[in-house]
């Protein structure tokens, strides 16, 4: 489980910078929460990290290696971090299984046989062990999800980005999604999370960060971000966000 660090990262949509300089640390299996309205840059970011999009400036290392150099090859990257959306993003043509299969056969070349036994357990151990034949359109919003994570420990990835997993849920499944994601931090997995989930962050998070207009504006430990927050702007944020 590798260590992140984010120094100066600088990203424009044309004449409109969505991340303004963005430096970050995350520890080996720490949980950091990025927070922030709409439009603050958060999936922006995690985007950046994950070389889904070209930054302008600023460098991004994994275990102390430069990853945002010209010119790396991002497929590399991405096997070593591992990225689930809101929307699941499952083949609907493909059983969970295959869903999960998938990435691995063809960047680690590993066979659906040499595959199984790993996956198996995997599916076991995030109370799926009876969907695996199942297609995405049998499951539920939550299974959907935990199959999506599952996804992405099959790639054996260093950190773990989860850009809003829950919010796209019914109310009385995203439980069992934070659940996994306890369960992961458990386990050691570096993670980086957006979430509107302010009591996941108080819970579950190591350090939470307060993202406005492409900046992290205030950063901290929970206790002191939700309880004593520094920045007028952070404060106006958390009056609304835990109204
Ligand atoms: N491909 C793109 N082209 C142009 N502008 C973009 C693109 N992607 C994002 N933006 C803009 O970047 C800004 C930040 O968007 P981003 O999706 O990162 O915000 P967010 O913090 O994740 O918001 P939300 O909480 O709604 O998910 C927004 O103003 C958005 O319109
Ligand atoms: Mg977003």
Known sequence: M?????RGVVKRFGQVTVCDGISLDVEKGQTVCLIGASGAGK???????????????????????????????PQGVRARIGMVFQS?????????????MLAPRRVHGKSRAQLLPEIEALFQSFDLGDRMHNYPDQLSGGQQQRVAIVRAL???????????????????????VLDVLLKLKKQGMTMILATHEMGFARQAADKVCFLKDGQIIEEGAPKELFDA????????????ALK
């Open 229 to 240: 927050p520094k920045r007028a702007e952070t404060k106006t944020f958390l009056a609304r």
């Open 88 to 100: 699941y993003n499952l083949f609907p043509h493909m059983t969970a299984l295959e869903n999960v």
């Open 154 to 176: 099959a790639m054996h990835p260093e950190v773990i980005l989860f850009d809003e997993i829950t919010s796209a849920l019914d109310p009385q499944l995203v439980g069992e």
């Open 43 to 73: 999936s922006t970011l995690l985007r950046c990290i994950n070389l889904l999009e070209p930054i302008e400036d600023g460098e991004i290392f994994l275990d102390g290696e430069d990853i945002s150099v010209p010119g790396l090859d």
């Open 2 to 6: 590798a260590k992140l660090e984010l």
